[in-house]
């Protein structure tokens, strides 16, 4: 299963002519650039349109200038947004939010692999940006056409899912490119390149699943019983992920195109397979199918065997027919906690710019996983003048047999200052409820909240305190009331935020210190700053 994602909006004629450009422009950088940042940790991101070395299409849909807008290699530079940006165009590249979650990126385009010109291209910045980006991308060097294009990529993933290939269950992408390349035109064997690690492969599943039983039809509301097993393999142990995906459904906004939904994923939970069997529980939402009418839903189901690599899929269309309602009490939405930058966090204390995030949700009724007309998936903001928000549904991973736990962990970008995180969910019902943390950053080194726990100490103690940022050195040094140095601790490349450090309370000699007042000194550095902080503990046996 590939989940799809699409963004629709409306298109006004009137913007076809050179004077439309800047409207289509400033509606593609609000409405569509934000998409390619909170989707880009998907599995696959396909471009294809028109486009030419660091741009996606004339109104400049995912961009990342070279080296200045009147440079020659790129006319459609033109400085549109001078007044929001300054002299430069903005780098989409590095406000990606995919933090170690690489996509494969083809781009069907124009010179969008031009390796050979004297500065980057978008090919090779998305490999190269740290932390994020992309693992593996695609490009033409040269000028293409779309048709021999589209037709090189089809026939790519065409050999990637073919089913004389996946009994081998690794189908490298580069001997898929390769075949297909076989069959292409000249222009695209000589122009298109492969940058990144051609020996990756997609993962095909190599058996098949069955269901031994499973309800014809359900309400909505109540809990979904499944068993299954993996076809032949009774020594098959590990996992499956079993999903509920939605019905299709028209919905029509303003205009004149209405929008079908496919397979949303509404619930999913995750079971342990025994000796190649399975059980599992999901409920089905309210919000399922268009309304009260009668509906289906359908069955994903994926399981795999890490110890041997074995992996396994169903291969059949099982839907199950939900009619009416089944009662319920619940009025309450997910309890949601929150955490950021360690697990050690505490609300307001300081955070790194590139913060991870941990989410846990827990609800009775399970976890909505999908939005609706009365619901929200489950969202995080960053609030303030620089906030956004994002979805991150898609990283929601349920605990091992209990489909009301589930947790969330991921990147985000902090700007400075002060700012909180908010976190969204619903469940099944349409309960929905909000949790939130504060959270600090900043753009120099400073510690806070500096003590030692316990104090007084007996044998030993813990050094705690909040850094500003990521600290590259740290030194903790001791000192008896006199001024002779007794204990140095050194410590390297430590998380902004909260920090604590062991210390088993001997001397340079290994000794156990007497009773009495001593002095410390933290000395953090990072690059070229330096913070130091002072304070006393206390021998007391």
Known sequence: YMD???HYDEYDPSWENKDGLEKRTDLARKYLTPEIYKNFNSLILIFSGHGSFNVWCHEKLFYDWIVHPDNPFQEWMQPAYSDEYGEYFPHDVYELLNYHQFPHVMQLSCNLGHFDLEVAVMSEKLPYIKDKGAVMTDGEDRLGYENEQNSFNNNIWSYIFDSKMIPFNKVHFSMAYWMAKIEANKSVQMQHNLMGDCMLYFGCPTRLIRLDSYPP???????????????????????????????????EYEGEYPIIYRDRILTKTRVRVENG???????????????????????????????????????????????????????????????????????????????PVWID????????????DITSAISLEVTGEDGYEVDVTRLFEPEVDDYTRGSIHCYVDIPEGEHQIRVTASDIFGNESTSSIDVRTSSGLSLTDVMNCPNPMVDETNFTFNASKDIDELKIMVFTSSGRLIKTIEERYLNAGYNEIHWDGDDFNGNRLANGFYLYKIIARTGDEKYEAYDKLIVMR
């Open 4 to 6: 799809r994602l699409k």
């Open 217 to 251: 039809r359900h309400k909505r509301g109540s809990i979904l019983e499944i068993d299954g097993a993996i076809e032949n393999e009774e020594s098959f142990n590990g996992y499956a992920i079993v999903q509920i995906a939605d019905s299709p459904f028209y919905c």
């Open 361 to 372: 949700l827990k609800d009775d009724s399970g976890i909505l996983l999908a939005d609706s």
């Open 277 to 355: 069997d399975f059980h599992a529980e999901l409920p089905i939402p309210y919000e399922t199918g268009d309304g009260d009418e009668p509906t289906e839903v359908k069955l994903f189901i994926y399981a795999y065997d890490e110890n041997r690599g074995l992996e396994a899929m169903l291969n059949e269309d099982v839907r199950i027919d939900i009619e009416d309602y089944s009662s319920s009490s619940d009025t309450q939405g997910p309890l949601i906690t929150v955490k950021a930058g360690s697990q050690n966090f505490m609300d307001g204390d300081y955070v790194p710019k590139k913060c």
